[in-house]
């Protein structure tokens, strides 16, 4: 089976509702991680674990949904916190506490190699040194790449900044899957998509929450519709696309994705409407689309 390495962070969602807090575990590479293995994907999570009791709730949970966690990093630096406070319409908006933790200590003294494929996004693309070390070890492994920028104003407030982030990894990806939020945040428009289909990037897949998907490559447009739920919250619903379209890369390579882009992405719609349907980031399992 090919192993699919998910890389970035795992941390945990702390979600205020109502002024209550509750401790989820969260990070979209960690949510990507379990989507994947609950597909049932080869998911290896690539990233750091710390020992305090978070990191003990981070691993119990991600070996309940079947992830392989030999390659994670163990540290006793603490772990990164997630503040979500969702809205009274379900929407989650975030804060962090990120400095000095195990969650970001990426290192090529560790960093594996053997990957068919890989999975790379969010805040862990951003956050130095590690952002570098987890770039340079991304470009050398020589598989199709999948990245989720998951754009954070919250963490990096500068534009330009933010954008040459993503145009670095952009510049590495074989697919790029981002919500029209980060585009609106990042562009203003959309025409860079165009720009980096003609750059070398196979797919670009748009989110649109309740208006569905929009997946792009060569000249060619694919609009999918959201399924319709009853709205708990949207935390985990965009990790949960990006497993599907790393569950359909490794299902039909590159160009079988292409051509089978709509079966795919209205895969993904359904999966993440079953998120969306439940609390926190808890994605389908397998036996829940087939």
Known sequence: ???????????????????????????????????????????????????????????AELLESGVDLSLALRGSKPTALANALIDEGGVASYSFDL?????????????????????????ATLIQPGATELFNWVSGLGVPVVFDPNVRPSIQSDRELYRAAVEKWVSVSTVVKLSEDDLDWLYGDESVVKDWL???????????????LTGYF???VIEVPA????????IGAG???GAVIVEGLVKHGVSGLMSNLDLVLARAAKAASITCSRAGANPPWASELD
């Open 198 to 212: 003609a750059s070398g990037v196979a797919v670009v897949v748009v989110t649109r929450a309740d208006k569905g």
């Open 99 to 123: 400095e000095r933790t195990t969650t970001f200590d990426f290192s090529s003294s560790w960093l594996p190699n053997g990957a068919d494929f890989v999975h790379v996004g969010s805040v």
């Open 218 to 220: 060569g000249d060619s």
């Open 1 to 59: 089976m090919a192993k699919v390495y998910v890389a970035g962070e795992a941390l945990i969602d702390l979600v205020n509702v109502g002024g209550s807090s509750t401790a989820h575990v969260g990070g979209g590479p960690a949510n990507t991680a379990k989507a994947l293995a609950r597909l049932g994907l080869s998911s290896y999570f690539v990233g750091g674990i710390s020992s305090d009791e978070y990191g003990a709730l981070i691993e």
């Open 227 to 234: 399924v319709p739920i009853d709205l708990v919250d949207s």
């Open 239 to 241: 990790d949960t696309i």
